[in-house]
């Protein structure tokens, strides 16, 4: 390991054997999987399949029971590793702060870090905004735009910090299909521009072929399928054609 990561260039994830428990139920069993620096991978499952817990684990807001989860070769936990990159998450909700505006959301981590002066964050903000079709919407609160239009703020806030690493958790969640389309939209625009690492987890099957490089297919606690979308979708496997016809379809 690096004693003094650098902070340039985008970074790999490695999952090796995370376990995690919950009042005696076991949600993660023994995850273990690779992502390279610049990949999109989506991590793909119905619902109580243990996708989000894993997110919070890579993200480093649980620690697991035992196993570890490495950032550019540098354990999350019990380090400063997450200080190092620019990292970004786009939680399920949006996580808008409703005492904000769309503006101040934007740029809030510029903001609260002194990073820029206040011309410039807003140059900054209006420009994230227009990338993903919200120009001029500054001033508006949160509460007057649409979950669609909020999970893309969402993306305008994490697109501030001009990330290495973005994770992203159930992006289609609660949007109907013409957003869900727009929000896939969004991540690929933003994997072209930027070309940052990105986790995606999500049980939309839809989204999943349309931005992954790889996926991971996770039940119950476990990877059964690690493979591009070509190789998910031509798999002869029943158990998968089952999971991705039937139970993606149904989360």
Do not use: C, W
């Not at 989860?69 to 019990?78: F, T, Y």
């Not at 992006?171 to 969004?186: A, C, F, H, K, R």
């Amino acid at each position: 390991m690096s004693a003094s990561p650098q902070n340039n260039g985008n970074v790999g994830v490695a999952v090796r054997d995370l376990h995690r428990s919950f009042n005696g139920n076991e949600v993660l069993k023994g995850i273990s999987f690779d992502v390279k620096p610049g990949e999109t991978f989506v991590i793909m499952g119905p619902s109580g399949s243990g996708k989000s817990v894993l997110l919070k684990h890579i993200i480093g807001l649980e620690e697991p029971d035992s196993g570890e989860i490495l950032i550019a070769d540098q354990s999350v936990h019990g380090s400063e590793v997450l200080s190092h990159y620019r990292v970004a998450m786009v939680f399920q909700s949006g996580a808008l702060l409703k005492s904000l505006s769309v503006g101040e959301n934007v740029g809030l981590y510029l903001t609260e870090h002194r990073l820029k002066e206040p011309e410039e964050i807003s140059r900054i903000v209006a420009e994230k905004l227009e990338a993903v079709g919200l120009k001029g919407l500054e001033e508006r609160s949160p509460a007057e735009l649409s979950g669609g239009m909020q999970k893309r703020v969402a993306i305008a806030r994490a697109l501030v910090v001009d990330p290495q690493l973005v994770l992203f958790d159930e992006p289609t969640s609660e949007l109907d299909p013409l957003m869900s389309v727009n929000i896939g939209e969004q991540i690929i625009q933003m994997r072209d521009r930027l070309h940052p690492t990105i986790i995606v987890v999500t049980h939309d099957r839809d989204l999943a072929f349309a931005i992954a490089d790889r996926i991971a297919m996770i039940n119950e606690g476990q990877i059964q399928f690690i493979g591009t979308p070509d190789e998910v979708k031509h798999s002869r496997d029943p158990m998968i054609q089952k999971f991705i016809h039937a139970e993606l379809t149904n989360p």
